[in-house]
């Protein structure tokens, strides 16, 4: 039986796959990934039977279920707990905070939407989770957050909400005994998020390079994290991406990107608040500027 590893990535093949995956979702790969390539999808083509990947490449113009096991193999879903813990800490003491003091003045409902665009495996919706926990403890706020992704892989992780104890490691131990409970045996080295933070979370496929995102047209979010998912698009697409996510956004709403990912729109229509973390000025207040 050959190797998987005997099976070669021609460069038409890989040209071909690229632009595949660039036209599906956005990310570009350049000429010195077609490794990379190759080790992320040699295991389906041994799963499914097929030995070239020009065969493979074909196999994908006509099977949307293996279309969307080729997208799942090609996404990077590196994510932690507390990651680029700066923009929580914005939140808990300035964003947060503000909005509690204008609904308590009646300025605004007590209402907040959230959106993570790019989600991984739930870390991020789950971190965010906590900490409203902890900003709102009291009840009669309405708080929904919508945790997306294209993968759908990762997806049913994120809604599983169960990690590996050592994943829980950047959750301080009170935190963590507040909202995650340990697994039963078997399953004691594992967390599972407490159904407090799963109840605010609704879990939805979004491409975020897709012509219609299923949103209603009149949602507008209070924050939208976006982090560490345009690093992987071309400018164009980043630009892009960014105008769209912007007409999502409330009024002194929040874009968080990550941290080696810069704002691709005009420094006008965003003031900066934190190390990659971009609130939306209101346009009566940039008129005024
Ligand atoms: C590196 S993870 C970042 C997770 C999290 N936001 C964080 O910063 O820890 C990037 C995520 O973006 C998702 N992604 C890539 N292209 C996408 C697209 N076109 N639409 C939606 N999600 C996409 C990947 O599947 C992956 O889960």
């Known amino acids: 039986m050959s190797s998987d590893q005997s099976i070669n990535l021609t460069e038409s093949a890989f040209d071909s796959l690229r632009n595949l995956i660039k036209s599906e979702a956005g990310i570009t790969l350049g000429d010195s ?18 030995s070239t990947f ?7 113009q006509s099977d949307p279920t293996e279309l969307r096991e080729f997208i799942n193999a090609l996404t990077t879903n590196k994510t932690d707990f507390f990651r680029e813990q700066h923009h929580f800490t914005f939140l808990r003491d300035t964003y947060l905070p503000d909005l509690k003091a204008k609904a308590k003045s009646g300025q605004i409902p007590r209402r907040l939407r959230i959106w993570h665009a790019g989600c991984s495996t739930g870390e991020e919706p789950y971190t965010m989770g906590v900490v409203l926990s902890e900003c709102f403890p009291e009840t009669g706020w309405d708080i929904k957050q919508l945790a997306s992704d294209i ?3 990762v997806l049913m992780k994120a809604k599983a909400g169960i990690y590996e104890e050592e994943k829980l490691n950047p959750v301080p131990q009170d935190l963590r005994q507040r909202y995650f409970s340990r697994g039963m045996p078997p399953n004691q080295n594992h967390f599972v998020a407490k159904d407090s933070l ?5 879990y939805r496929q979004i491409n975020l390079v897709g012509p219609i995102w299923p949103i209603r047209e009149d949602v507008r979010f209070d924050i939208v994290f976006c982090r560490n998912v345009m690093i992987y698009f071309d400018r164009s697409t980043q630009i892009n991406l960014t105008n769209r996510l912007m007409r999502k956004l409330k009024p002194g709403g929040i874009l968080f990107l990550g941290h080696s990912e810069t704002l691709m729109v005009s420094n006008n229509s965003f003031k900066s608040v934190t190390h990659t ?12 500027a």
């Open 54 to 60: 020009d065969d493979y490449y074909n196999r994908l």
């Open 277 to 288: 973390g971009y609130q939306l000025i209101p346009s009566n207040q940039m008129e005024a």
């Open 151 to 153: 993968d759908t892989e």
């Open 33 to 50: 990934k077609s490794h990379l390539m190759k080790s992320r999808l040699i295991r389906r083509l041994s799963q499914i039977g097929v």
């Open 198 to 202: 799963r109840e605010r979370i609704i």
